[in-house]
């Protein structure tokens, strides 16, 4: 509507809520106005043709009659006339007394007001009277037939009644005084008889001057004739008129009734119709504006009272009261910006409140930042020393001892921080899933308390273990399992002294199994404990020298709760320790334990590769070179090679019994390059050896061709394990 009435922005409301109403005032009125005016023409408009046919019906009706009762009355007349003045002869022929015959004949052709008669027999005129009639009124009966004399027309019937007939014909204003009658035309309608070529047959009520023979409007009868009964056009003097049609059909010439009316009086009523409503639409829309213009003012007055309270409240002043007043919308709107100036102040406290969270956030992702520098930089520092070491040849056996056992933990520690980042990623990305089957849950517990014992004393931390449920059986993932308990050990271990003691204890009740791990070391204060399962959160300061990456706690409740179970943490405060628990379901013995997979089955001890060729692929030099040295100390002959397109090359002139792939290598990966050689009817037997560590890979790496896939890093010893086991199955 704004648009339609082009109202500029820059006017006060109270005007465009004035021009507004006004307009929709006006709008509406006008559109009712128009749908009643065209309602009403329409109707008129109907009634209007529907009487023009009953008028037209029942002139032709009326003809018809004349016609028929003039030939009935003929019929009468020939039997009477038969017996009146017809005799037998002796040869039994009948013979007409021609003087009684002529008086019958003038008496009935008198009382038919007929112009002339003629009496037949056997065809030979016989007594005739005034006008002769045409002798081509040789028609079946009751049909009747034009007689023109030039402009002008007389109509004939004919009656047959065995061998004698009598043929009467009749001036047409015996026709035309059927026509005077014009009820339900109104003042200014007519109605006459035309032929097809629309000539007058009955003078019309306009025409003094016009003879029969003028032509009348010759569309109305083509409309006639086509079997249309009503019509709007133009009449003979050019007004527009509605037509009501009716054919005659005892007329053997094609002739019609036309019953006019006038198009303008008919629809007189519309038109005084709408200069009422137009009368009274003014009113209404004078009547209307004064109201829009109130109604504007009573809605405006509270809208810039809110409108100043808004401003107001953009200033900062939230507390400010907020005039409530107007409609009922309006009060609402006053309502509502009330409370929404409340939220608006909360929003502020809260945006406050979330710029300070948001700067701790940025402070823990410094910290994060540095913490990860620092798990990462403090074995490479080890690694790369002793390394240097190593190099120099400056060390003793002791020393050169001391040096692998530092390269071994430092290289293990930072698999194990990027173990915890992948498990973290795939935790936030909903990828972390587990392998279920039926465990005993001792199995991992003691598979992580070996896994930790070596780190606790090499720290001086004693661990003391209770296993009050060897029958505790679980559904879930033994690996997963192991971690979960490794991750709360080593918690423990961090955050205890030397000295300190660790207690993990496993027991069981009806439905449930618990591993709980307490420690004696700093616990943790009331406030952080909510926060204790959080990734990256850990109680201290960056600087401490326990800091790690804070996400072993993190990640032993997504495991816990994809086993269905639930962990909780517990401490009496800062320096008293804490306690962390896990429980799970027990198993319903459902879940089949799964085949034991091929690399659980390998000896413990090295095996040797004496005679046993590998083809090693890897693009990573430093890769292929220890891993060519790891399988030469064992015996093994080895042909190494930087791509698959080389490989390929090799394997024209070398015969491996095992090859050894990487995953991602440059120009055609790992899957592709085995995918190939089993195409090429190439069978022997492959060792996937991949920095892909994630879940899946491994399924991956079997489906394209491969029989064993090892994560790197890797141990030398699972390596030739591996491919001793391969090479054992294949010459087998």
Request: with cysteine.
């Amino acid at each position: 509507m704004r648009k339609l009435l082009r109202i500029p922005r820059s006017v006060s409301l109270t005007v465009q809520l004035a021009a507004t109403l006004v307009g929709v005032v006006v709008f509406s009125t006008t559109v009712l106005m128009f749908v009643a005016y065209e309602s009403s023409r329409t109707h008129l408009e109907t009634e209007a043709r529907a009487t023009a046919r009953r008028v037209a019906q029942q002139h032709e009706e009326s003809v018809a009659r004349a016609i028929e009762l003039r030939h009935e009355r003929a019929q009468a007349f020939l039997s009477n006339v038969v017996a009146l003045c017809g005799e037998r002869t002796a040869g039994g022929s009948l013979a007409f007394e021609l003087e009684c015959l002529g008086r019958g004949l003038e008496v009935f052709a008198a009382s038919e007001r007929a112009r002339g008669a003629r009496f037949e027999r056997d065809g030979r005129r016989v007594a005739e009277f005034g006008e002769p009639p045409s002798r081509d009124l040789v028609l079946p009966a009751p049909f009747a037939r034009l007689i023109r004399h030039g402009d002008t027309f007389d109509y004939g019937i004919r009656a047959d009644r065995g061998r004698s007939a009598v043929i009467l014909q009749f001036s047409s204003e015996d026709l035309s005084s059927l026509f005077i009658d014009r009820s339900g035309l109104g003042q200014r309608g007519e109605v006459f008889l035309a032929d097809a070529a629309g000539s007058f047959l009955t003078t019309p009520r306009y025409g003094p001057d016009v003879t029969p023979r003028t032509a009348a409007a010759a569309e109305p009868m083509v409309a006639c004739r086509s079997g249309t009964s009503d019509a709007v056009s133009l009449d003979y003097r050019g007004v527009r008129t509605i037509h009501g049609l009716r054919p005659v059909g005892l007329l053997l010439e094609p002739t019609c009734v036309d019953a006019h009316l006038s198009y303008d009086e008919a629809l007189a009523p519309a038109d005084r119709l709408w200069n009422d409503l137009m009368a009274r639409g003014a009113i209404l829309a004078l009547f209307g504006a004064l109201l829009s213009v109130m109604a504007s003012q009573w809605i405006a007055l509270p809208v810039r009272r809110l409108a100043n309270a808004a401003r107001a409240v953009q200033g900062g002043y939230f507390n400010r009261p907020i005039p409530i007043g107007g409609p009922s919308e309006i009060r609402a709107l006053g309502h509502r910006f009330s409370r929404m100036a409340r939220s608006v102040a909360d929003l502020v406290t809260r945006e406050q409140t979330a710029r300070r969270d948001a700067e701790v956030a940025n402070r823990m992702k410094d910290d994060f930042l540095a913490t990860v520098s620092h798990e990462l930089r403090t074995p490479l520092t080890a690694i790369l020393g002793w390394g240097q070491l190593l190099r120099l040849g400056r060390l003793d056996s002791e020393g050169r001892a001391r040096a692998i056992d530092a390269i071994e933990r430092g290289a293990q520690a930072q698999s194990q921080l990027i173990e915890d980042l992948l498990d973290v990623s795939s935790i936030v990305a909903g990828r972390l899933h587990i392998t279920r089957r039926v465990v005993s849950l001792t199995e991992p517990v003691h598979a992580a308390l070996d896994a930790v014992r070596l780190l606790a004393e090499h720290k001086g931390v004693h661990i003391r273990s209770h296993f009050e449920a060897s029958d505790a059986v679980v559904n879930g993932d033994s690996q997963r399992l192991q971690q979960i308990v490794s991750n709360l050990l080593t918690n423990g271990i961090k955050f205890t002294p030397a000295g300190g003691t660790i207690t993990l204890r496993l027991h069981r009740d009806d439905r449930r199994a618990y591993v709980s791990v307490s420690d004696t070391g700093v616990g943790m204060a009331p406030e952080f404990l909510p926060h204790a399962f959080d990734r990256f959160r850990q109680a201290g300061n960056a600087t401490d020298s326990r800091k790690g990456l804070g996400l072993g706690l993190a990640i032993a409740r997504e495991l816990v709760t994809l086993h269905g179970g639930q962990i909780e943490a517990f401490s009496e405060g800062v320096g008293l320790g804490a306690t962390f628990r896990v429980t799970l379901p027990l198993s319903d013995g459902r879940v089949v334990v799964p085949a034991v997979a091929l690399q659980a089955a390998l000896p413990a001890a090295t095996p040797r590769l004496d005679s046993v060729g590998v083809l090693l692929v890897d693009d990573d030099a430093e890769t292929r070179e220890m891993v060519r040295t790891v399988l030469e100390s064992a015996g093994a002959r080895v042909e190494a090679a930087a791509s698959a397109d080389e490989a390929r090359a090799v394997l024209s002139a070398f015969s491996p019994g095992v090859v050894i792939s990487d995953i991602a290598m440059p120009d055609e990966t790992g899957y592709a390059f085995v995918q190939k050689l089993r195409t090429s009817n190439i069978h022997v037997p492959a060792i996937a050896l991949t920095a892909y560590a994630r879940r899946g890979d491994a399924e991956e790496a079997l489906a394209a061709g491969f029989q064993v896939y090892l994560a790197k890093p890797v141990q030398p010893s699972d390596l030739l394990q591996a491919v001793a086991s391969l090479a054992d199955a294949q010459s087998l």
